[in-house]
C-alpha cells in the first residue's frame, strides 16, 4: 500500500509504470513472505503428545492415556470402528477376551488358543494404534457364559436373568484356574508394544460388581467375603509383575450402593499399582458432584483422593446423546467434566466417536463439528496418534 500511494504522486507516464511494477513484485513478495510465515508457524506449532509417548501433562505421565473405542464382543457396530483406525484423534482400541474363547483347559495342547485375540489386535497395530484388553471372567445377560466349561465342571455355579451361567467366585477352584489365566494374559502380551494395558474383570464382565450376587447368597455370598476375593485377586495381579498396566473397573452393590466398600476396592488396588476406573459415566456425574452428592459408585471422590497415584480411567455408561438427553448426556458436556478430574484415559462407544467422524453417521452433519471440537480438546490434555 505504501509503495502504490508513491506510484500515485509521481509524475511521467515511464515512472509511474516502473513503480506500479515494482509495487506487483514487492506485493507479491510480501505475499509470499506472509505464507511462508504461515506455514513456519504450522511446522513449529506444538502437536499433541503420541499415545505412546510419556505426557508429562498427566497425573501419571508414563502410564497409557488418551481416547479408546470399545469393541465390545460381538457387537455389529464394530465392523463400521475401521472408520476410526486413521483417526489421529483416537489413540487405539479396547478389545474384550471372554476367558473360555481362549483357555481350552488343562488337558489340552496347546491350552490357549490366542487366534481370536490376534486377530482383533491386528488391524490397529498395523494402523500404529495402541490396543487395550478387557478380560471378562463372566458375561452379560440371561445366556452369557464367559467361564470355560472345564471350570463349571469342578466348581459350584448359579444362574440369573442378568449375568446367565456364574461361577462361585471364591471358590478355590475357580480363583486357582482364573488366576493361571491371568498369569497367561500377561505372559503372552505383556510384551508386546502394542498393548496399552489390561484390566481384569474380577465380577461381571471387566468390573468388580458381584453378578448373580442374590443367586450365590445360598453358596455364602457377603460382603466380607466378596471384599477378600477381591483383595486377593488384586494382590495376584501385583504379583504378576506385569510389564503393562493393570486396571480394576469399581462399581458399587446395595441398597443403598455401599460407596465405602468400593473406596475400599480402590484403596487396595491403588496400593498394589492397579489402575482405578468405572464404567458408568453420564451427565448425572456432573450435576451430582457440583451439588456434592456422589458421582457412580463415587468415583468422583475416590478419583480426587487418589489422583497422581495410578491412572485413572473412565468409561461412559451407554452411548451419548448429542443433544444432551439422559441416562448419559452429550459428550460435548461429558468430555470436559471428566477431563476436570484428571481422567487420563477414556473408554468410548464406537458410536460416539462415529458422530464425529463417520460421514455416513445419521447424526454426523447435525452434531460432528461440535463431538470433534470436544474429543479434539481432550487430545490436546491427553494426546493422540
Known amino acids: ?85 486413521h483417526v489421529s484423534a483416537v489413540c487405539g482400541a479396547n478389545i474384550y477376551i471372554p476367558w473360555r474363547n481362549v483357555d481350552k483347559g488343562p488337558g489340552v495342547n496347546p491350552r490357549y488358543d490366542w487366534s481370536s485375540v490376534d486377530q482383533q489386535i491386528a488391524p490397529w497395530a498395523a494402523a500404529g494404534k495402541v490396543v487395550n484388553l478387557i478380560v471378562w471372567a463372566t458375561g452379560y445377560g440371561a445366556r452369557a457364559n464367559a467361564t470355560p466349561d472345564y471350570v463349571f465342571s469342578n466348581v459350584a455355579s448359579v444362574n440369573c436373568p442378568s449375568f446367565g451361567h456364574t461361577p462361585v467366585f471364591w471358590d478355590r477352584g475357580f480363583v486357582d484356574s482364573y488366576q493361571s489365566f491371568m498369569s497367561a494374559v500377561v505372559g503372552k502380551y505383556g510384551k508386546n508394544t502394542s498393548i496399552g494395558y489390561i484390566r481384569f474383570g474380577l465380577g461381571a464382565g471387566g468390573e468388580i460388581y458381584p453378578a448373580c450376587m442374590y443367586a450365590l447368597m445360598d453358596h455364602g455370598f457377603s460382603k466380607p467375603t466378596w471384599r477378600k476375593y477381591l483383595f486377593d485377586m488384586l494382590d495376584y495381579e501385583k504379583s504378576l509383575n506385569s510389564p503393562k498396566q493393570l486396571a480394576v473397573g469399581l462399581n458399587a452393590f446395595g441398597n443403598p450402593p455401599d460407596v465405602a466398600f468400593t473406596a475400599e476396592v480402590a484403596e487396595h488396588a491403588v496400593q498394589n499399582g492397579i489402575a482405578i476406573g468405572n464404567q458408568g459415566l453420564s451427565i448425572q456425574d456432573a450435576r451430582n458432584d457440583a451439588a456434592a452428592r456422589p458421582c457412580m459408585a463415587d468415583w468422583c471422590r475416590i478419583f480426587r483422593r487418589f489422583r497422581g497415584k495410578v491412572p485413572l480411567v473412565l468409561q461412559t455408561g451407554g452411548v451419548s446423546n448429542p443433544e444432551g438427553s439422559e441416562p448419559t448426556g452429550s459428550m460435548v458436556d461429558i468430555m470436559p467434566f471428566a477431563l476436570s478430574q484428571h481422567v487420563q484415559i477414556f473408554e468410548l462407544y464406537v458410536e460416539d466417536l462415529l458422530v464425529a467422524y463417520d460421514p455416513s453417521n445419521p447424526q454426523y452433519a447435525q452434531h460432528h463439528s461440535e463431538y470433534q471440537k470436544a474429543y479434539e480438546g481432550a487430545v490436546k490434555v491427553l494426546g493422540g496418534s
Open 1 to 85: 500500500m505504501r509503495i502504490q500511494a508513491i506510484c500515485r504522486r509521481s509524475s511521467g507516464g515511464t515512472g509511474i509504470c516502473l513503480l506500479l511494477a515494482v509495487s506487483a513484485i514487492f506485493g507479491l513478495s510480501a505475499g509470499a513472505r506472509s505464507q511462508q510465515a504461515v506455514q513456519s508457524k504450522e511446522v513449529n506449532s506444538p502437536k499433541p503428545a503420541k499415545c505412546t509417548d510419556p505426557l508429562p501433562g498427566v497425573d501419571v505421565p508414563s502410564a497409557p492415556h488418551g481416547l479408546f473405542v470399545l469393541l465390545f464382543p460381538g457387537a455389529r457396530v464394530n465392523a463400521k470402528a475401521t472408520a476410526l483406525l
